[in-house]
């Protein structure tokens, strides 16, 4: 693989990103060493490597089940352990999970509220995995690199003061989980705008525009193909109308259409 032909496969913006995960990819291929991201990359990007990739395993771990974002290990084969199935808890990643408290009766704060106060102290949203709420409580996996920034100077989310810490997984039973709101729809096929036409209750010809324009994002990466095939367990996002997997296949109906669970995150 060249590093020429791996960046061409992404948008301009996204070239530092993407130059920064060849170069680890690079690093561990020349060196035959364990190379880690410091960065949790979604899905448009870690979905490029397979489970091998030029003679090295490729582990992707971003610690809740599922997760979108996640940091990348290329591991050299002598490094890979020979019993162990569980592969992304075996590598020892340089992330932490942070939990977030707050004690707010009369707010209620969303996603862009924890965001919004963690960006807000000039740190980079890859240094960040999935954010997950529940109730008061965010729970977001950072970096290692910025945990003690966190830490020390995370104090209030929007204007409610907040406590911080490191949660200790191995003590930990339950990982939260993401909250979904399940919808069945029927397709003629898994065409993005069929797809996107189906979600929003729009027809599918004014489902284009948006399409065109960029305002639709498989896996987060911008798709104008109307008719690209969307693959099962990719995620869409529409802007206006949120964020959905596209979870399973549940058969075909009488007239032939095909039905898809799709999952929207709350």
Known sequence: MKKEIFL??????????????????????????????EEFYPPNFWKKFQNKSN???????????????????????NFMPKDSKDFENF???????????????FEKYGHKDFLGSLMGLNIKRELMGDLILESNLGYIPVSSKIVDVILTELVKIGKT???????????????????????????????LDSIVSSITNLSRNKVVEPIEKGKVLVDYAKVTD?????????????KGFGKYK????????????????????I
Do not use: W
């Open 226 to 238: 109307k008719s690209k095939i969307i693959d099962i367990g990719s995620l869409i996002t529409i």
């Open 8 to 37: 061409k496969q992404f948008p301009e913006e996204l070239e530092y990103l993407a130059s920064k995960l060849f170069n680890a990819y690079e690093f561990s291929r020349d060196f035959e060493i364990i190379s880690f991201t």
């Open 161 to 191: 003061p907040c406590k911080v810490e490191i949660v200790n997984l191995e003590k930990m039973k339950n990982l939260p989980k993401y909250n979904y709101d399940n919808k069945l729809i029927t397709v003629s096929s898994k065409r």
């Open 91 to 105: 590598f020892d990643f340089p992330h932490k999970l942070i939990k977030i408290s707050i004690s707010s009766k």
């Open 55 to 77: 003679g090295l395993n490729v582990i992707t771990n971003g610690i809740f089940e599922d997760s979108d974002r996640r940091q990348i290990a290329f591991v050299p084969e």
């Open 246 to 265: 596209l979870f399973s296949e549940k058969g075909e109906t009488k007239k032939g259409r095909e039905r898809l669970l799709v999952k929207k995150y």
